[in-house]
């Protein structure tokens, strides 16, 4: 059966860098690239339903092909969720990544990136941030504590192998 993962997390958390880092085996499937595709930039609120629904599109292929997909993006609310789940084959077990890092740290690590969030646009997602929970219908939960991620150390160049 195969396995969707939904990440969760304010901008800055490091969502992309743990799923890059952590399910290399995973079909990657991420608004930013979609929104780069689509609009030729990664920043534009344009098009949001689009972008959602080419996202939903590829993971349910993806999945309906037996292949794990993991779908990033912030995912604050249980609505944005909700239309995440309702398009996974039924069957799927579904698993919500939570990568739980603090405003701070957030805007620290949007800060060492090339494309900037603005700070105050970060600290506003977090009072929007609905913790994840199996009620939804997810089948687990994982809470990424930014101390444990980091200590992972930064992610490795690509092309290497560990
Ligand atoms: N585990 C980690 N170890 C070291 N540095 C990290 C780690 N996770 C993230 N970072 C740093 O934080 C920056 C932001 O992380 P990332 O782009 O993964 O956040 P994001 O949650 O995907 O944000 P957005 O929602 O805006 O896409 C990275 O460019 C990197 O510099
Ligand atoms: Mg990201």
């Given amino acids: 059966m195969a396995t969707l993962y ?3 997390g304010i901008s800055g958390a490091g969502k ?11 079909v990657y499937i991420g608004s930013d690239e979609i929104r780069m595709e689509l609009f030729g930039k990664e920043l534009t609120l344009k098009g949001y339903r689009r972008v959602h629904r080419l996202m939903n599109q590829r993971m349910r292929a993806c999945l309906e092909q037996g292949r794990d ?9 249980r609505r944005a969720r909700r239309r995440v789940l309702r398009d996974a ?15 701070g740290q957030a805007i620290r690590n949007d800060s ?4 900037h969030v603005p700070f ?3 600290a506003l997602m977090r009072p929007r941030l609905v913790v994840p929970s ?3 219908g997810f089948q ?23």
């Fill in 140 to 162: 687990e939960i994982r809470r990424v504590h930014w101390h444990e991620n980091h200590a992972l150390g930064a992610p490795a160049p690509a092309g290497e192998t560990s």
């Fill in 134 to 136: 199996k009620e939804e």
């Fill in 69 to 77: 997909v993991v779908v990033d993006s912030v995912h604050l609310s």
């Fill in 112 to 115: 060492q990136r090339k494309r």
């Fill in 120 to 122: 105050f646009a970060i």
């Fill in 6 to 8: 939904v990440m969760v």
């Fill in 89 to 103: 084959p039924p069957g799927t077990r579904t698993v919500a990544v939570w990568i739980d890092t603090g405003i």
């Fill in 16 to 26: 992309t860098t743990w799923a890059k880092h952590q399910l290399p085996e995973a």
